[in-house]
């Protein structure tokens, strides 16, 4: 069985998102030029949107992971977020742009900002492929932005319902007796 049988709607085809990815690229490498940013891709869901992003770019850049995990609903509301994988070198001094798939209610990229500023970067900004904006919960600067969204539960390019759905290369949502 393949995966496109349980997909209801494509919200952005994948000549939408490499044109946007293009456009994000060259606003990163006009702004950086000279500063070699430090892309700090969110595990797993930004994976494939980095990939794409860092051939868009073409200043030198590096790439470093970190994997977060939020508790569950008990402390959605406190927004503490538990970092699984941390980062391998110190950010100190360096120009951080952290790269994530989606911002839902912020609560990841709120959190992630604070903690990563404790750390004394020269600049950190906030590059997100997708902005689901009515469900928003904590205030959060997003400096390039792929594409606003609407309140639905999608996958697709990275993000995945229960594991699945990474490998698809568009931004979709699943038709609803997938979701049981
Ligand atoms: P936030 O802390 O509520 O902003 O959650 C952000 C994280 O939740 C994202 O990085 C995704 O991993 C996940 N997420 C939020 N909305 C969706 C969605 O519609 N599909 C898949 N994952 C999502
Ligand atoms: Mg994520």
Known sequence: ???????????????????????????????????????????????????????????????????????????ESSGIVRILK????????????????????????????QTLKARYPASLRVCALLDKVPRRRREVRIDYRGFEIPDRFVVGYGLDYAGRYRNVPFVCVLKPEIYR
Request: contains cysteine; negative net charge; glycine residues 8%.
């Open 1 to 75: 069985m393949g995966l496109r049988e349980d997909i209801d709607e494509v919200l952005i085809p994948e000549d939408a998102l490499q044109a946007r990815i293009r456009e994000l690229g060259a606003a990163v490498s006009n702004d950086y030029a000279g500063k070699e940013p430090l892309l700090v891709g969110i595990l797993i869901g930004a994976f494939v949107f980095l990939s794409d992003l860092q051939r868009a770019i073409t200043i030198p850049c590096q790439v470093d992971f970190m994997a977060t995990s939020s508790y569950g609903d008990a402390t």
């Open 86 to 113: 941390d980062l391998d070198q110190s950010i100190e001094g360096r120009h951080v742009l952290i790269v994530d798939d989606i911002i839902d209610t912020g609560l990841t990229m709120d959190y992630l900002l």
